[in-house]
């Protein structure tokens, strides 16, 4: 299996990318701004992984991607790519009332999705500097998470298409049961049809 990484220019991408290849798939790692729709199309991975990064998401190339691809593959964003799947279905993305960088929140969540098999809140760490207001998400995405302490939304997930989001770092050491999510990640791109092909369980760790 092959997901493909957009890297935002953050060293976390590269723990993500571990944390993939623990889990059995071949991550391939692209520079945003680096690729566009048609260039993932002609690669055809079986997932997409949206990179955290600095910056606004709407400066980023993810917002681009998840327009053009939401229906065609699944699609994950981590910090920057979380903000940049709620931009793209409408939600705005504003300051936070203060800087999370390096901060810990206790989690709640629905437990689906991303959130399968986890506890029903767990401390996740944070590094961001924006958020998506959640009175402008709209219908077609649903929040999955929110931080206990600010209550911001910190999960997203599209009702229809395979593209969810959130706001915290999973690879971080100070998230709790952080490979369990890229595990869920993974095992929904086995399960999804990209491109057309059926889906196959034994995707999972082909090449």
Excluded at 109 to 137: N, P
Aim: overall charge negative; charged content about 20%.
């Amino acid at each position: 299996m092959r997901i493909l990484v957009v890297d935002a220019f953050d060293s976390f991408v590269y723990i993500l990318r571990q944390y993939l290849m623990s889990a059995g798939v071949r991550p391939v790692m692209v520079r945003s701004g680096d690729i566009a729709a048609g260039d993932v199309r002609a690669m055809r991975p079986d997932g997409v992984l949206l990179g955290p990064g600095p910056g606004h998401p709407a400066e980023s190339g993810h917002v681009e991607l998840v327009r053009a691809l939401s229906a065609e593959v699944p699609i994950f964003g981590v910090c920057l790519g979380h903000q940049a799947i709620g931009m793209s279905f409408g939600a705005t993305v504003v300051p936070a009332r203060r800087l999370m960088h390096g901060k810990t929140s206790r989690i709640a969540h629905d437990g689906l999705g991303l959130f399968a098999g986890m506890v029903d809140c767990f401390q996740a760490a944070r590094y961001h500097s924006l958020v998506v207001v959640e009175d402008t998400v709209p219908a077609c995405l649903e929040v999955t998470a929110r931080s206990v302490d600010d209550g911001y939304v910190m999960g997203l997930r599209h009702r229809e298409l395979p593209v969810e989001s959130v706001q915290f770092h999973p690879e971080s050491v100070c998230t709790e049961d952080g490979m369990r999510m890229i595990g869920n990640f993974v095992a929904s791109c086995a399960a999804f049809p990209s491109w057309g092909v059926p889906a196959r369980q034994d995707r999972l760790g082909a090449a």
